[in-house]
């Protein structure tokens, strides 16, 4: 799954850090989603989207695996 969270944050002028202390996980987690190595839960890409204020499909797009 290809995904905007490194775009996002960028725009919000966020570090991974910043990012996942907000959202309550590890910077590692927030650096697997932004390279691809991991797909966020359902909860936790709701939680990202609200975050952001985006719906989840314009933050998460299918991409070939």
């Keep these: 799954m290809n995904n905007h969270v490194r ?3 960028g725009e ?8 996942a202390e907000r959202l309550e996980v590890s910077r ?8 691809g190595k991991y797909d966020p839960s359902l909860p936790l890409a709701f939680k990202i989207a609200s ?5 989840i499909e314009s933050i998460f797009v299918p991409g070939e695996e």
């Design 51 to 55: 975050l952001f204020g985006h719906p």
């Design 7 to 9: 775009e996002l944050r």
């Design 28 to 35: 590692q987690t927030i650096n697997a989603i932004e390279t």
């Design 12 to 19: 919000q002028g966020w570090s991974q850090a910043d990012l």
